[in-house]
């Protein structure tokens, strides 16, 4: 390898370090969970806020791809300390899938406190749309909007504040 060859890897490596160092604070985020059925209750969507915001969309969204490739092959990454396939095909399915979208988005955050918490909210709510759709298929449409979206509600708008205040400190400093 020439030197100007090492020069040009070094970004794509620090960028997949930045990736799995980012896949495995979701990972954690994701063992602080409150055991609810058929959709836990964790901290993994302010994991994906913040990766989002902080890291940009390209790096949000490649340490939840990787997170949930970590996840599909077999390493207990998920709520609970659950792995495989299965889960990805499970009643949260939707939800994981869509945290992609939701670091997508809130990698648009940008700068200014009212497009800031437009961005996350919308982030936020990214991840419900997936999930409730996809939760409809095990439980039906109606008790999925109950136990996929109404009973997160008010977690949903503290992670969300707790991401705008980390980001909006964050940014000050």
Same mark, same amino acid.
């Given at each position: !390898?020439? *030197?100007i060859q090492g020069l040009a890897a070094r970004p794509a490596l620090r960028?997949? *370090? @930045?990736? $799995? $160092? &980012?896949s495995a604070v979701l990972a954690a985020s994701a063992q602080v969970s409150l055991p609810m059925w058929p959709v836990p209750a964790t901290l993994q969507t302010l994991a994906v806020l913040l990766l989002g915001a902080l890291g940009g969309s390209?790096? #949000?969204a490649a340490s939840v791809i990787l997170y949930l /490739?970590? +996840? *599909? !092959? &077999?390493?207990p990454v998920f709520a609970a300390g659950t792995a495989g396939p299965a %889960? $990805? !095909? +499970?009643p949260t399915a939707g939800f994981l899938l869509g945290f %992609? /979208? @939701? /670091?997508?988005? /809130? #990698?648009r955050a940008g700068e200014g406190a009212p497009r800031q918490a437009l961005v996350l909210t919308a982030a936020h709510l990214a991840v419900f749309v997936p999930g409730v759709l996809w939760l409809s298929g095990y439980v039906g449409i109606e008790r999925a909007l109950m136990t996929g979206f109404v009973l997160f509600v008010p977690g949903t708008a503290v992670k969300t504040a707790l991401a705008f205040a980390t980001l909006r400190a964050l940014r000050r400093g």
């Open positions: !390898m020439t *030197a960028f997949l *370090a @930045s990736a $799995l $160092l &980012g390209r790096l #949000g /490739a970590e +996840g *599909a !092959m &077999g390493l %889960v $990805l !095909m +499970g %992609v /979208a @939701s /670091a997508l988005i /809130a #990698g």
